[in-house]
């Protein structure tokens, strides 16, 4: 096969899977899957919350992937490769972007708010807020020992502990539905659900970053590929982690 | 815990907030250092602007029931306890302001002291 059709194939074939998630309904297995991880009884209440929830966040993702492919597919150019940063950076991308398109339930003629604050920790794993913040720390040595030209390396793992600060902030700060228990309890479940995955998702591409600064400046190959296979399933690990939201009376 | 607003009522929802917030506070129901929600959670939950919320803690702080402070956000300050004489003015004062509901309402004593009684629980 020829280049220009190979590129064609790689730019495509993507594209075409992203647009195929997005239009697919969301599977009783998915919803499952949701429900045990975040031991969310699915009810008549908070059962399309859920499956909106799934929808857009899967949409979303999807597309930020494709997007990491053919930005990948456009770096590697002219041979067609595939490189894992652009991947997890197109993922993280929609993962942000979805989390800023989850629509709150609708809410009833009640205005009613509980008087507690909404907490990082309520949501996420102290495993999970622990990696990030030792994933935002490196950067700031590592950067200071490195020479300029790995500077934009620097920057954008920055970009990225920014990025995730402000938007676990418009997260936390999402509208609570004033229902019943069962629709309260999936919304504690999808906001957790959510800066799992910004946590997690944050550290990987954090720590993606500063292995690619510390491999340009002459990290061995090998290190540095297992160092990536290990941010990826720590990343996987803290994204996907079972977190039971503890709600006081 | 939870706050209501309700939007049809003529009290404006900073002074719905104010006063049920208060209420807590003096009860005990919020301990203190116990921390409020932040305003922008508070009125996304509530479907209000920031600075309705915003208004409602300025006067709670004014009023010494709460107190805001950096990277701590809106904390519940320690309430002094009422001395006595205070203890007798506010009792009276909510005797008076019962009172006029059951003249309001064109209710008789005897049944006015049947309703403080079964709500007293005696």
Redesign the interface.
């Known amino acids: 096969m020829l280049l220009p059709e190979l590129l064609v194939l790689a730019l495509s074939v993507p594209l075409w899977m992203a647009w195929r998630v997005s239009g697919s309904p969301v599977y009783p297995s998915q919803v499952l899957a949701f429900s045990t991880r975040q031991r969310l009884a699915i009810t008549v209440d908070n059962g399309n919350h859920v499956i909106a929830y799934l929808a857009t966040t899967r949409r979303w993702r999807a597309l930020g992937l494709a997007m990491g492919v053919v930005a990948s597919v456009l770096t590697g150019l002219p041979a067609i490769s595939i490189n894992s940063l652009p991947l997890l950076a197109g993922w993280f991308a929609g993962a942000l972007i979805a989390e800023l398109r989850v629509l709150p339930p609708p809410?009833g003629p009640?205005?009613?708010?509980?008087?507690?604050?909404?907490k990082l920790s309520t949501y996420v794993s102290p495993p999970g807020r622990a990696l990030f913040r030792v994933a935002a720390v490196l950067i700031v040595p590592i950067g200071l020992i490195s020479p300029m030209r790995t500077l934009p390396w620097t920057v954008g793992a920055l970009a990225v502990v920014a990025l995730v600060l402000v938007i676990q902030r418009r997260v936390?700060?999402?509208?609570?539905p004033?229902g019943s228990p069962d629709l309260i309890a999936a919304d504690d479940a999808i906001r957790s659900r959510s800066l799992n995955v910004l946590a997690g998702g944050g550290t990987a591409l954090i720590l993606f970053l500063v292995l690619g600064q510390l491999f340009k400046l002459g990290l061995d190959p090998v290190l540095a590929f297992v160092g990536y296979v290990l941010v990826a399933i720590l990343g996987w690990a803290v994204a996907t982690s079972r977190w039971l939201v503890l709600r006081a009376a | 815990?939870?706050?209501?607003?309700?939007?049809a009522s003529p009290v404006p929802p900073y002074e719905q907030i104010r006063a049920q917030?208060a209420t807590?506070i003096i009860t005990g129901a919020?301990a203190e250092d116990a921390?409020?929600?932040?305003i922008?959670?508070?009125a996304?939950?509530?479907?209000?602007a920031a600075n309705t919320v915003a208004r409602a803690y300025r006067e709670l702080e004014s009023a010494g029931l709460v107190r805001s402070r950096v990277r701590h956000?809106t904390t519940v300050a320690a309430v002094k306890p009422l001395a006595p004489k205070e203890i007798r003015q506010r009792l009276a004062d909510a005797a008076q302001a019962y009172v006029a509901t059951t003249r309001r309402l064109g209710v008789s004593a005897a049944e006015a002291r049947a309703a403080i009684t079964s709500a007293l629980g005696e």
């Open positions: 809410s009640q205005r009613m708010a509980f008087v507690t604050r909404r936390l700060d999402r509208p609570q004033a | 815990m939870l706050l209501e607003v309700d939007p917030l807590m919020l921390q409020l929600p932040t922008r959670q508070l996304a939950d509530l479907g209000l956000g």
